[in-house]
């Protein structure tokens, strides 16, 4: 039926897809269009997959075989033999290799016409240009930190003139056989650093009982961690991949166990603290990976309603901890979420005034009314009201021309101890 | 996907390219602002720019640690306020909830600590280490052992250490004013 990158492939393939793409259903729109103009979107789509461990695999399997061909992978790890069990994409001779190209390799090969596209490396690395290219993103990841990165990265890209700017971000996401599946629409819907609270931390044991009178094994295998470690092999970074860092901690537990009369500490068990592992479990994974996939096919092709509209439910919790249950809800914004919340406000100044001048203004602002206001840049302290220390190594700054400490469209962080909130103003230099 | 773009609807978004203040950056600009340090403590920057890493000196003017000058280093991490900022004793003292290494055992900046709490929460905690030192959570066991069995015989140790002699064969830094 149509011919894409030089290969020439059957419809056939997507027999029972093109039932719901090419003709409308229940729940589709009445303005919705099947046919050509959907299937075409949909091959040309370009996603960017976050993660090929556990749910990345299944999620990499599911969209090629839901109809996406241009798809996008960044995984930082290397596969370790503990993966073969669920992560299916991988063989016991790719033990070492980068997950992320074994795993596009592998799709490739077994889903022909699908290009999928490696990234070894951080999402770190990567610029807003990057992120840029895509339509939509789908984590399968298992940090917060990396989450948090991403979201405040969309949230970032956020553009007002331009639509397409927004991607919506999909977050799979499983411990054990608890998981969820959420759509984020950066700036409209709920963000991860709004349903952070969602995620309970770890508890954590009081330095004093690891110090003094550990009670289990874990207990011992802290200490080695916290304290052992800092003392006898300071200025070592703990590398939690490396076998040999990870069997010293396991002797040195072992040796504290043994004086406590405690059993229980083992290498895995080691490793299993050290690394905060929560056991992994394949068809959890499948379950919330299937999802992800299903509302990414659903969100570009139109074919059913979605997670993620404003207003509507925008996240999937599944337990199947103790039998099996499900709840679908829609997490609200907050208000005064540091990242989605409180957006930078556009603010024309002059950039030959001081940067005294410019606090002086800021009183007068009717929107803002800061009386003692303190402010800086991502990368430096303009003027701090206090505490003193802060103050005096600012006050230089007051008599500085505003062009000399900030640059034009850079954000700045106002707060004001008589108010709960802060501002962020994007100063926009007048007569350049 | 056209439909999702048909429903972005933006108010007061922008289009940023300059990085951005990041929101452990704006918590630790509001908790400064809101420190009451009183006459007892000071706070340092190393880099007026870099509000996540500065010293607090205090020094207190009654209880057992009085005219002593204790320096702590304060290091936050970009999670703050989730995380608890990492305070670490920078002079070695004679105390049963600091270790020779600095380590303070403090329940807020650990199992108790909640993003609610703030810097200043923290360092009226650190204030009330040297006002109430805490035999029974002891990270230095032999001083919560002194501590416990002969509050003066313990007193006494605390000046020693202070002056900067040893204690049970430990030797300490001098910190007195």
Not at chain 2, 4 to 32: C, E, H, N, P, Y
Not at chain 2, 36 to 56: H, K, V
Not at chain 2, 65 to 79: E, L, P, R, T, V
Request: charge should be negative; glycine fraction near 6%; aromatic fraction near 8%.
């Amino acid at each position: 039926m149509s011919e894409m990158n030089g290969v020439t492939t059957s419809r056939q393939r997507w027999k029972y897809l093109d039932r719901v793409l090419s003709r409308p259903g229940p729940f589709t729109d009445e303005d919705w269009v099947p046919g050509e103009e959907v299937i075409s979107f949909l091959e040309s789509a370009k996603v960017l997959v976050i993660g090929a461990g556990g749910l990345g695999c299944e999620i990499l399997k599911n969209l090629a075989l839901s109809g996406f061909k241009d798809i996008h992978v960044i995984d930082m790890d290397t596969i370790d033999v503990s993966n073969l069990n669920r992560q299916f994409l991988f063989r016991q001779s790719d033990v070492g290799k980068p997950k992320a190209e074994v795993a596009a390799r592998f799709v490739e090969r077994r889903v022909k016409g699908v290009k999928i596209t490696p990234y070894c490396g951080r999402i770190q690395d990567k610029d807003e240009d990057y992120y840029m290219q895509f339509n939509m993103i789908i984590c399968g990841l298992d940090s917060i930190e990396a989450r948090r990165w991403i979201n405040a990265m969309l949230v970032g890209m956020v553009d007002m003139e331009n639509p397409e700017s927004m991607k919506p971000l999909i977050d799979g996401g499983t411990e054990g056989f608890k998981g969820q599946a959420r759509v984020i629409l950066p700036t409209m819907t709920s963000c991860f650093e709004c349903q952070l609270d969602m995620h309970a931390p770890r508890a954590a044991v009081p330095l004093c009982t690891l110090a003094t009178i550990p009670r289990q094994p874990q207990h011992c295998i802290e200490w080695a961690h916290i304290i052992a470690w800092e003392e006898e092999r300071k200025g070592d970074i703990l590398d939690n991949d490396d076998p040999e860092h990870i069997t010293w901690l396991y002797q040195k537990a072992l040796a504290r166990a043994k004086e406590f009369n405690i059993s229980g500490v083992t290498y895995s068990l080691t490793q299993g603290v050290v690394k905060n592992i929560i056991p992994a479990i394949a068809s959890t994974n499948a379950i919330i990976a299937a999802s992800c996939c299903n509302e990414a096919f659903k969100i570009a092709t139109n074919t059913n309603p979605y997670l993620g509209v404003p207003e509507t439910a925008n996240y999937m919790m599944y337990s199947g901890d103790d039998s099996i249950y499900t709840y679908t809800f829609e997490h609200q914004r907050k208000e005064d979420c540091p990242v989605c919340g409180n957006l930078a406000k556009d603010l024309e100044i002059n950039a030959r005034w001081t940067l005294q001048e410019f606090i002086d203004s800021l009183a007068e602002r009717a929107e803002a009314q800061l009386k003692k206001p303190t402010l800086r840049t991502e990368k430096s302290s303009l003027y701090y009201q206090s505490p003193p220390a802060l103050e005096e190594a600012t006050r230089p700054n007051l008599r500085k021309k505003l062009f000399d400490l900030v640059s034009d469209g850079e954000e700045i962080a106002v707060s004001d101890p008589a108010f709960q909130i802060d501002f962020k103003f994007r100063l926009l230099f007048r007569d350049k | 996907m056209l439909k999702i773009w048909s429903m972005v609807r933006f108010t007061s978004a922008s289009g940023q390219k300059k990085k951005k203040v990041t929101a452990a950056q704006l918590r630790v600009q509001k908790d400064l602002s809101e420190l009451s340090l009183g006459t007892t403590m000071r706070t340092e920057f190393p880099n007026p720019d870099d509000i996540l890493n500065f010293t607090l000196t205090i020094e207190p003017d009654e209880g057992m640690y009085k005219d002593g000058c204790f320096h702590f280093s304060f290091a936050i991490n970009q999670n703050f306020p989730h995380d608890p900022p990492k305070v670490k004793c920078l002079e070695k003292i004679y105390h049963p909830n600091i270790d020779l290494e600095g380590n303070v055992c403090l329940n807020i900046l650990r199992e108790d600590w909640k993003p609610v709490l703030n810097l200043n929460a923290v360092i009226v905690g650190l204030q009330f280490l040297f006002l109430e030192p805490n035999a029974s959570d002891p990270l230095n066991k032999e001083a919560a052992e002194d501590l416990r069995a002969n509050r003066d015989a313990f007193k006494r140790n605390v000046r020693k250490s202070m002056a900067g002699d040893s204690v049970r064969g430990e030797s300490y830094q001098r910190v007195l004013k």
